[in-house]
């Protein structure tokens, strides 16, 4: 497990913004999941799909799974988990947390996203 813990983004990996990683720990500890050491028994996992007006659709959220090939980062004591699969698609991604009058919520910015929207695939 590697330990990030400045905010500048890499490239060679997922990346998770101080505020992300705040609010992760208020989820953890309102649900009690933390354990006897002082971190959590869970991790927050993000997958990706093809698919979605960016080229990819996520999945976020939190597991106590691990699972062959997972390549887990450390954020100020959260753990976030990406399955092998997807690591080449969110390596330089960064998760933040977003909390306006006009939306709240996780947001994903992802390098690796195309900008364009397509309707399925093309006939031949």
């Known amino acids: 497990m590697t330990e ?23 989820l953890l500890d309102q649900e009690g999941r933390n354990d006897l050491e002082g971190g959590y028994d869970l991790a927050l996992r993000i997958s990706v799909q093809p698919g979605g007006c960016s080229g990819l659709r996520y999945q976020l959220f939190f597991d106590e799974r691990s699972l062959d090939g997972d390549v887990v980062t450390d954020f100020d004591g959260v753990a976030v988990v990406v399955d092998r699969m997807s690591v080449p698609y969110l390596n330089g991604a960064m998760i933040d947390f977003v909390d306006t009058i006009e939306k709240q919520g996780f947001t994903i910015d992802n390098p690796n996203a195309t900008g364009s929207c397509a309707c399925g695939d093309s006939f031949h």
């Open 4 to 26: 990030q813990l400045e905010t500048e983004r890499r490239t060679d990996s997922i990346n998770l913004s101080p505020v992300a990683a705040a609010k992760v720990k208020s």
